[in-house]
């Protein structure tokens, strides 16, 4: 019997993925950690700090002359970085910045966890692997609620910020937005995940066809 | 599931054990062992032939029928 050898690909995106993992475990920790910290001793020190976020122009829309004739130019989508010395950052909105990253964080390493033990177990010549199924269910479930819980954070952190913030010819935008091909991939691990169970079903049959 | 595959007996009778038969018919010991044991869900025509082969018998010799 062929002994099965996982696909060059395979292989080096495995690699990635647990680079990716362990990466962002300790980077993820390091600033959830320091920020506090950080916030704390720096009375004094002008640590500067941005947060980015959704904003609006107030004048977003222009007419431009193209060789066709006028055209209406809108700007959409634009980011805004607010930068400001830490120490001078309302606890409440920092506790409200803490937490939005840290659930997006703990979500995006569960993610990592489980696609890591996918490709783990992929290697090991078991793709139809019975947990493996399961896994796969709950990467597309973790991913559906990352896209769920950051659109609705980052609403909250928004209408935070806009509290905050007044003056200025820039304004924070928010609204609910979803990062939609977040959601069809996470569809797509779910019903990929209910095939791979039918697969691994078959292929317990197929191991008592002798 | 009804269907026994009476595998011991025939073993028994021809004075074989079940690695020797594994050897001569190509399948392996766990493979049999799991046919030996009623666990199987199927069974090919080709190892049919092959045992049938080694042991000299009919299929209907190792495969029987009780609902």
């Given at each position: 019997?062929?002994?099965?050898?996982?696909?060059?690909?395979?292989?080096?995106?495995?690699?990635?993925?647990?680079?990716?993992?362990?990466?962002?475990?300790?980077?993820?920790?390091?600033?959830?950690?320091?920020?506090?910290?950080?916030?704390?001793?720096?009375?004094?020190?002008?640590?500067?700090?941005?947060?980015?976020?959704?904003?609006?122009?107030?004048?977003?829309?222009?007419?431009?002359?193209?060789?066709?004739?006028?055209?209406?130019?809108?700007?959409?989508?634009?980011?805004?970085?607010?930068?400001?010395?830490?120490?001078?950052?309302?606890?409440?909105?920092?506790a409200?910045?803490?937490?939005?990253?840290?659930?997006?964080?703990?979500?995006?390493?569960?993610?990592?966890?489980?696609?890591?033990?996918?490709?783990?177990?992929?290697?090991?010549?078991?793709?139809?692997?019975?947990?493996?199924?399961?896994?796969?269910?709950?990467?597309?479930?973790?991913?559906?609620?990352?896209?769920?819980?950051?659109?609705?954070?980052?609403?909250?952190?928004?209408?935070?910020?806009?509290?905050?913030?007044?003056?200025?010819?820039?304004?924070?935008a928010s609204?609910?937005?979803?990062?939609?091909?977040?959601?069809?991939?996470?569809?797509?691990?779910?019903?990929?995940?209910?095939?791979?169970?039918?697969?691994?079903?078959?292929?317990?049959?197929?191991?008592?066809?002798? | 599931?009804?269907i026994?595959?009476?595998?011991?007996?025939?073993?028994?009778?021809?004075?074989?054990?079940?690695?020797?038969?594994?050897?001569?018919?190509?399948?392996?010991?766990?493979?049999?062992?799991?046919?030996?044991?009623?666990?199987?869900?199927?069974?090919?025509?080709?190892?049919?032939e092959?045992?049938?082969?080694?042991?000299?018998?009919?299929?209907?010799?190792?495969?029987?029928?009780?609902?």
């Amino acid at each position: 019997m062929q002994t099965y050898r996982a696909d060059r690909v395979v292989r080096v995106l495995s690699t990635l993925v647990s680079i990716a993992y362990f990466g962002l475990w300790s980077l993820g920790v390091t600033l959830l950690v320091c920020a506090p910290a950080a916030k704390l001793i720096s009375a004094g020190r002008n640590w500067i700090w941005q947060v980015e976020f959704p904003a609006n122009l107030p004048d977003p829309a222009t007419t431009v002359q193209t060789t066709w004739g006028p055209a209406l130019f809108v700007v959409r989508e634009v980011r805004g970085r607010l930068q400001f010395p830490v120490g001078l950052l309302p606890w409440r909105l920092f506790a409200v910045l803490w937490v939005h990253v840290a659930v997006v964080l703990g979500l995006t390493l569960l993610s990592l966890h489980h696609l890591r033990q996918i490709f783990r177990r992929v290697q090991d010549g078991a793709p139809f692997d019975a947990d493996n199924a399961l896994r796969m269910r709950t990467l597309g479930l973790l991913l559906l609620a990352l896209a769920v819980f950051n659109g609705i954070a980052t609403l909250v952190t928004t209408l935070a910020l806009r509290a905050e913030l007044s003056g200025g010819s820039v304004s924070v935008a928010s609204g609910l937005h979803f990062n939609l091909p977040l959601v069809f991939a996470a569809l797509v691990l779910v019903v990929l995940a209910e095939i791979f169970r039918r697969g691994s079903e078959l292929e317990r049959e197929q191991a008592l066809v002798i | 599931m009804p269907i026994y595959v009476t595998l011991d007996r025939l073993l028994d009778q021809r004075g074989m054990t079940l690695t020797e038969l594994s050897e001569r018919v190509g399948i392996t010991l766990a493979n049999l062992s799991i046919l030996k044991t009623n666990k199987a869900r199927a069974i090919r025509f080709s190892t049919l032939e092959a045992l049938c082969a080694e042991l000299e018998c009919q299929p209907a010799d190792l495969l029987t029928y009780d609902d």
